[in-house]
């Protein structure tokens, strides 16, 4: 008699795909504990925007350390080319970008 086959059937599964998600920080000085000012995320969705808002912020972070404890990792600190006084210039803060690397189901 020929054996049978012991092989399960095997039910069909959603392809899972990771994607980096990105996160700029804006903080008040170059340390990760410092505050930070400004927050902006962008998420890895074809239809994402980025929303600018006049309310009150609610950001999960109060500093750069909160979001690394949280699991995003910092692919850039900010430049310290030389000290400067940021009163004249249009940018916010020392700039961190953090990514986070998670599965989507798609």
């Known amino acids: 008699m020929p054996k049978k086959s012991s092989k399960k059937c095997k039910k069909k599964k959603k392809a899972k795909d990771k994607r980096q998600r990105l996160l700029y920080l804006h903080a008040r000085s170059p340390s990760v504990f410092s505050e930070i000012l400004g927050y902006t995320p962008i998420e890895p969705l074809a239809d994402y925007r980025v929303e600018i808002t006049a309310e009150e912020p609610d950001w999960p ?46």
């Open 61 to 106: 972070y109060r500093t750069v350390h909160g979001a690394i404890v949280d699991g995003w990792q910092v692919v850039q600190f900010p430049h310290l080319q030389a000290p400067f006084d940021d009163s004249d210039l249009d940018v916010v803060g020392y700039e961190f970008i953090l990514q986070k690397m998670e599965v989507i189901e798609a």
